[in-house]
């Protein structure tokens, strides 16, 4: 749908965030680093693609970078001998798991202490499993209606042990797989090498533009969270945007290690509303966004259409 995730606009404030800049170890100083995390793993669409064969692709594309990601899991979706085995899988090859809720309810629209029991319940089945569970992140990125639901909230994780993890970089990949998939049910033989070149141009252009936004606040070396999902599109093309980016100069931080960044562990100065951290970061200041991409407005819509998509 197209209002599943606020559209990620703006960029970020100068003031008050030099001091969350890290220089690289033994990098230049002007080198592009990113982590990627990937919520929710459903385990549905496998059209073209099986199951088994996505989740495999995903995994053999981060070890073609030498990355170790981490996995933002919501239980509902993996309640079964192969949804369980998947989430062994990235444990099994060092990627990190995390707490992504056990039915992907929006804050906004649930009583708190309900969410916060979700939110419970998920961490215990991960546990059950033999998964440990350090981090959060909110569906939709969604953390409250309003500032006293969201400092309750940040309360409550408190109190479960759990840190936030927020997004400053969103691939908008599920609206992409959305119309891919649609494609797919009509016509299971598409051609999808137009969606590959989209996807991964669409990814560079978004890396670099929100690289961008993160100097002007002088972050140098503070690594992206990058946010994905566990799916097809991901199944398929995942190894061709993470090689598309490292051939444009970016560097992969384990996510255990860019999570642990103490500059992403602050309550957010409001809800975020679907906003990433450099977007409240700017509202923050009120400094004003930087020109977007174009193609890429509207979850991309228009260079969608205009590729046919």
Known sequence: MMDRRGFLMGAAAVAGLTACSVKPQGSAIDQKRMAITMDDFTQTFDIGLSLEQRNANILDAFDAVGHKAAGFVTGSFVESEWGEQVVESWTSRGHLIGNHTWTHPHANETPTQDYLADIKRNSDYLRSLGHRTDYFRFP??????????????????????????????????????????????????????????????????????????????????????????????????????????????????????????????????????????????????????????????????????????
């Open 140 to 309: 939709f990125l969604d953390d409250g209606r309003d500032r006293a639901q969201q400092v309750a909230l940040f309360e409550g994780l408190n109190e479960q042990g759990l840190l936030n993890a927020p997004v400053t970089f969103d691939t908008v990949d599920w609206y992409t797989t959305s119309r891919m998939e649609a494609r797919l049910r009509d016509n299971p033989q598409t051609d999808l090498a137009p969606y590959r070149e989209y996807y991964v141009d669409m990814c560079v252009t978004l890396a670099n533009y929100w690289e961008e936004t993160s100097r002007m606040l002088g972050n140098i070396g503070l690594p992206h969270l990058t946010l994905m999902h566990h799916n097809v599109l991901n199944g398929h093309f995942l190894k061709d945007v993470l090689l598309a980016l490292k051939a444009d100069g970016w560097a992969f931080v384990d996510a255990a290690d860019a999570l642990d960044m103490t500059a992403y562990h602050d309550l957010p100065p409001e809800p975020t509303m679907g906003r990433n951290w450099l977007t409240l970061k700017r509202r923050e200041m009120g400094i004003e966004a930087l020109p977007y991409p174009q193609d890429y407005l509207q979850f991309g819509k228009p260079g969608m259409d205009a590729r046919g998509l």
